[in-house]
């Protein structure tokens, strides 16, 4: 049977495929297949897996028993932990399924985890019933091991067919994607400016989030359409639809390849503005797409990638490694590293478990807010990027300012950073530029402190939308009114572009805004000269500033902003697209 799926259409382009289904909760794993020859291996990592698992708990156990201070019931805890690790449905069960399945041993027994608890929410004990959290706790354990020496699936075979369907996907699980051979997504829950869907457009694969009941209604392999332009999903599609859709992905891709040719040509409008079309990038490895696209520089490197999906914090020389070999990749030209923005949908293993950083804090201690509490790691970070400007045009972005106390105790941690190189003889640009992220509406509104201390300023209209709306970017149940046309928003946007101006301060926009081309005239319109986007996105845009005039655009947008009603402003926006 047939049937359509209808949800928020986060990253354009079509996939045909198979489903893989992600299993729920905090156990979301993917699933790959394992080669005929890899089944015993597979087998043999799963077995390492326990045993280390084993280990651990009888560590623990020696220290229960000799630190005075632990308490009794932990080595009652450790022994049951035990116990069920013992258990041959934990331990055999899963390795059946991966010689019958060709799985991988990590989605294996989170297979057998869901069988088992399953069956305990059926019995009435509430004691016993109590039990399943033990026992998802050892499921957690072994795959935290495996996850930690996961195999990468290849380039070849099934996988490029593959529709990841899920639950919600953290934006930790979403960059792993990069490495594996994914052709499109879609989750239940997630919005459209999520860090979820923002990563899957800088992957280039179409996806739909928000769809609520997707992940119960397919099967696992079942043949699915994702259509990121529409934002749906046909499951089961018959040959009919598939032609047709096969038609239409064909037509994408040769727009798509159409579009190649503007690399070489330069971002200038009608009336001889150059504009500036730089990119965002979470991962060094993004670098061949910002080749591809031949872009201007770097306007945002999300530096918190970094730090995710592992158990430790990257080290100053890891961290120094990874932002030079991003600037000696793109010689003269501007590298803007954004220091940590951990907080909100974005999270690292090594902080949440030290409860350093709470869950889903997205008016909490975020970004800058963390970075202050935490000096260490923010001077870490802040000589790794000093250390990096030595080789390149290096400059340093800052997220969620508001106060001008916290630009002042950037600035002094900055300088500490700078006299410890200097003390310890190591080379970095004494100049480089420093700039802060406008993505909170007080920092709009009150921009004296940025525009008197800092070099450049960078709009983040993703935060600057939720937090004017008082709207969680991730919340696909108020998904419905995130919007960065609402006449606030745009006021906030356009009093920063003027205000810079004014006082001779660089201004762009790096959030999802600067990637959309229905936006850009809006934006030319405003003065905006600096974009920042998804590499993915880019010739768009450039097509879009080659058939604009801002000479005509100013005009125009000053009367769209004294809308009130934002029905009015989408039609006034619609009439400047078509002119
Ligand atoms: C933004 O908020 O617009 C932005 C670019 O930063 P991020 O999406 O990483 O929060
Ligand atoms: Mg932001």
Redesign the pocket.
């Known amino acids: 049977m047939s049937f359509t799926l209808h949800g928020l259409a986060v990253s354009p382009g079509i996939a045909i495929g198979q489903v893989s289904l992600v299993s729920h909760a905090t156990l979301e794993v993917a699933q790959y297949h394992v080669s005929e020859r890899g089944i015993e291996a597979e087998v043999a990592r799963f077995d390492a897996a326990l045993a280390a698992v084993r280990l651990d708990l009888g560590a623990l156990k020696l220290e229960a028993g000799v630190s005075p201070g632990a308490p009794a019931e932990l080595s009652a805890f450790v022994d049951l932990h035990a116990m069920i690790l013992s258990d041959p449905l934990l331990t055999e069960v899963p390795k059946r399924l991966i010689r019958e399945r060709r799985c991988n041993a990590e989605w294996a027994l989170v297979q057998q985890l869901g069988q088992i608890t399953a069956q305990f929410d059926e019995i009435e004990d509430a004691y016993l019933r109590e039990r399943q959290h033990d026992i998802v706790q050892v499921v957690e354990r072994v795959v935290k091991v495996l996850l930690g020496h996961r195999r990468r699936i290849g380039k070849r075979g099934r996988e490029e067919d593959l529709i990841i369907v899920a639950h919600d996907l953290s934006p930790a699980d979403t960059i792993q994607f990069k490495q594996l051979n994914i052709a499109g997504f879609v989750t239940d829950l997630g919005g459209a ?1 999520s ?1 979820t869907a ?1 990563v899957a457009r800088s992957l280039g694969i179409p996806a739909v989030v928000g769809l609520q009941h997707a992940r119960a209604l397919v099967e696992e392999d079942e043949l699915v359409i994702v259509d990121g332009v529409r934002g749906v999903m046909i499951v089961g599609p018959d040959e009919r639809v598939l032609e047709e859709y096969r038609l239409r992905k064909a037509q994408l891709e040769l727009e798509r390849s159409k579009l190649k040719r503007l690399k070489s040509a330069r971002a200038v409008t009608l009336d001889g503005q150059e504009i500036e079309l730089a990119v ?1 990038i979470e991962m060094p490895q993004d670098i061949d797409k910002v080749k591809e696209v031949d872009a201007a520089g770097i306007g ?1 490197f ?1 530096t918190e990638f970094l730090f995710m999906n592992r158990d430790d914090l990257p080290g100053e020389d890891e961290q120094f490694e990874a932002y030079r070999s991003v600037v000696k990749a793109l010689p003269g030209k501007p590298v803007t590293i ?1 220091s940590l ?1 951990l907080g ?1 949908d ?1 999270t690292a293993r090594s902080l949440r478990e030290g409860g350093r950083v709470e869950p889903n804090p997205a008016l909490g201690r975020r970004a800058i807010r963390f970075c202050l509490t935490e000096p260490q790691i923010f001077l870490a970070q802040l000589r790794a990027i000093l250390r990096a400007s030595h080789y390149g045009r290096v400059r340093l972005l800052v ?1 969620m300012l508001a106060h001008a106390h916290e630009i002042a105790q950037t600035l002094v941690l900055l300088d500490q950073a700078k006299s410890e190189l200097r003390d310890a003889r190591v080379k970095f640009d004494e100049r480089m530029e420093v700039g802060g ?1 406008i ?1 909170i509406p007080a920092a709009a509104l009150a921009l004296g402190p940025f525009l008197d201390k800092l070099d450049f300023l ?7 939308t ?1 937090y004017t709306l008082a709207i969680d970017r991730t919340d696909d149940a108020v998904a419905y009114l995130y919007d960065p046309l609402h006449p606030a928003v745009l006021r906030l946007v356009e009093m920063t572009i003027a205000a810079g101006r004014r006082a001779g301060i660089p201004v762009a926009v ?3 805004m600067a990637g959309d081309p229905a936006l850009t005239r809006l934006l030319l319109g405003m003065g905006l000269r600096q974009f920042s986007m998804n590499p993915a996105q880019l010739f768009e845009i450039k097509q879009r500033v080659m058939q604009s005039d801002c000479s005509v655009l100013r005009g125009r947008v000053q009367r769209l902003l004294r809308q009130d009603d934002p029905l009015r402003v989408f039609e006034q926006l619609a009439k400047m697209n078509a002119a």
């Not at 960078?458 to 600057?464: A, E, F, K, P, R």
């Open positions: 400016t860090h923002i965002n945002l999300r954004r923005d909100a974005k997220p992220m993505e960078s709009i983040g209209t993703n935060d600057l939720q790096c959030g999802e």
